[in-house]
Structure formats: C-alpha cells, structure tokens
C-alpha cells in the first residue's frame, strides 16, 4: 500500500480531525471602504471596516482586512448557532492604542441584554499584535448569535482581525514535519525535527512511535531532554527531534521513509509524519569518495576544519537538532569556529555540489 502512495507525493504534514473556522464570512471578507464588515451588523456603525492609517499601525501587518472602533462602548453581531453539546475555541489577533476591554459573547439576539455567556475576555494593549484564544466547555441552549464587544477611550482604536471559531474536542493534536527530505549512507544517523500542537482543550500527553522498515536506533529528545512522550498544554507547540539510523542492509537507491505515528492516552485521536530518505552508495565511484567530508581534529576545543569536494553549505547543529550556526561554502576547505559552544556533542552537516548532506558528529572539549 506504501508504494502505491509513493506516486501520490504524499503530504509529510498530517493533521488529527479538526473541524476548522466555522466563520463562513468574518472580516476577512470585508470591503475596505469603511462599511461594516461583511455577515456583521452594529447599530451606530462603531465598527468600520478598512485599512489602519499608518499612524495607529504600528506594527506592519499587512494582507488582512481591519476594523476598528472609535467609541468607548461598542457592539458588533453576527448571526451563528452554537451547539450546546460541542466545544469551542476562539481566537484573534488584536492591537490598540490605548487599553481595550475585548469580549467575544453568545446570546439568543443581537442585543447587550440578551448575551448569556462570555466566550473570550482579553485587556488588548498598545504596542504589537497579540493572539487572544479561548475554550468554552459549556453553550447555553439557544445561542444564536455571537457578539464582540470592545471597551475603551473616545478617540483611541482596537484593531482586530483573524478571528476563528473553531468546533473542538477534549483530546485532540496535530502534527507536522520540519525538515525535509534526507540522503544519507545506510549504517548512519540523522536527525529528523518536527512540532506537535495540542489542539484540544485539555492537556494532553503525545506519544511518538517510529516505524522500523528502515531505520533503528531511536531516540527522542524534547527541550534538551530525551523522551518518547511531550506533555503538552491546551494550544501548546513542542518541537521534537529524532535521531535514528538507516539500517546498514538498506540498498542505495532504494525509496526509504520514516513513519513517526503519534498517540495519546485515549487512543481517540492518532498523527503520524513522514520523512523521505535517499539511501546513497559509500563504495559507488571515486567521485563519490571523494565528496565524502572530513571534519577534524576531532575531539576539538577552539575550531574544526572541514573537508569535501566543492562544498555549498555548512550548518552546526546541537544534540536535540537546533541550529546553532550556518554559512555558505566554496571550495574544499571550511575552518568553523567552535570555541564558544559548551563542552558536549555536537552534530556538522555539509552539503555538497554533486550530493547531499553528509552528517558528522564532533566532541567539544
């Protein structure tokens, strides 16, 4: 079945389900001509739709539609029925010249009093853009609108934009690859970076599991430590990095991937990343040989130099895959400078014209 994939150039990002923005006009949609956002109404017209002057935008942001407000109480609606047996997330983007009170309700009409729960209270401060994001576990029945409403000074603007509604459960996460697509010598090691996001509405721990086709030697670090299982808070990112060995009886040439499927407690909710590898001939040609890299002196206290035919690139990593350093190349000979990195493992990738990266590891003394 995997092969039959392979001609499909399968996407490497694979998301858990997830309901998406269930906002079918939001102000994304909304002409620049200072009207009301479109699918919106407000009765004195306190919002406005329209590009920032640049005075008050302070922070470039461009691409998106704004609304902004001038009076010190404002409301908007929007007609959209919540279920009371779902859970929700929502969220924007917002920034103000002056402290703003900013409130997302629920109500059964387009009116102040007939708002029945909050769904996001957030102070919007000047100075840059800030995501606000909000779970609600319990919908009133008969939540027929939805409201924002903004309180501040006469004169001073709130500006908000990318806002979402989306439905969520308690358990649920995505997943996504970082790096890319890897050639590499079978017997070697690699390391493999990628994020999980828990997009549920309850911590949650992720659990990795690579496939072993054609690769051993696992390992799994997270925040320099090293683990198979992230803990992950409500809309908390964790980066991953994974090492792992190609195994030496892969054939060069052969199409290899490595599968890292990912779980939680439940088992409701399932993620898995794909990461393609090129296996390579060490014994091929002498132009082969030669454009492997030598990287020396090895262990090292203040330089390295290193070595290969026509290189392009050189990039310094650490032990958990973070890139410390990086710098073009030409020629065959490169001295990095290593005497300010604390004493430890560290990980060299070269690449070169006529190859890919080659992945060495040096001793900092």
């Not at 729960?117 to 840059?128: W, Y």
């Not at 790096?179 to 690699?190: F, H, I, K, N, Q």
């Not at 001939?281 to 035919?309: G, H, R, S, W």
């Not at 310094?316 to 604390?342: E, H, P, Q």
Request: hydrophobic share 35%; glycine share 4%.
């Amino acid at each position: 079945m995997k092969k039959l994939l392979l001609t499909l150039l399968i996407c490497i990002t694979t998301t858990c389900a997830f309901a998406g923005n269930i906002l079918d006009e939001s102000f994304e949609y909304a002409n620049h001509d200072l009207e009301s956002p479109v699918g919106w109404n407000c009765n004195d017209n306190s919002w406005l739709c329209g590009y920032l002057e640049k005075d008050h935008n302070r922070i470039p942001h461009t691409g998106n539609w704004y609304v902004f407000n001038d009076t010190e109480d404002a409301w908007m609606y929007m007609p959209m029925y919540l279920i009371p047996s779902m859970r929700y997330r929502f969220s924007c983007w917002a920034i103000s010249d002056g402290a703003y009170q900013l409130e997302f309700w629920a109500g059964t009409s387009p009116n102040p009093d007939d708002m029945h729960i909050q769904l996001l209270s957030a102070t919007v401060a000047s100075g840059e853009y800030e995501r606000f994001t909000n779970f609600v576990e319990t919908i009133p029945d008969n939540c027929e609108y939805i409201a924002i409403h903004a309180v501040g000074l006469r004169g001073s603007y709130i500006t908000i934009d990318d806002i979402e509604v989306d439905m969520v459960e308690q358990y649920q996460f995505e997943a996504e690859a970082i790096s890319g697509d890897t050639a590499m010598y079978p017997g070697t090691e690699a390391v493999f970076r990628f994020r999980v996001h828990n997009t549920g509405y309850d911590p949650v721990d992720i659990s990795a599991h690579p496939s072993n086709e054609f690769f051993t030697n696992f390992s799994f670090y997270s925040n320099g430590v090293m683990t198979s299982t992230f803990p992950t808070q409500p809309d908390e990112y964790v980066e991953v990095t994974c090492h792992a060995t190609l195994r030496p009886e892969v054939e060069p040439g052969t199409v290899a991937w490595l599968d890292v499927h990912m779980t939680i407690p439940c088992n409701c909710n399932t993620a898995m990343v794909t990461f393609w590898v090129t296996p390579m001939d060490i014994t091929q040609t002498e132009e082969n040989e030669a454009a492997k890299i030598c990287v020396y002196p090895n262990p090292t206290t203040d330089f390295v130099t290193v070595e290969a035919e026509d290189l392009q690139s050189i990039t310094l990593y650490d032990i958990n895959g973070k890139t410390l350093s990086s710098m073009a190349a030409k020629g065959n000979s490169v001295r990095f400078d290593v005497s300010d990195l604390k004493a430890g493992v560290y990980i060299i990738s070269a690449k070169t014209r006529s190859t890919s990266s080659f992945v060495k590891s040096i001793l900092k003394m």
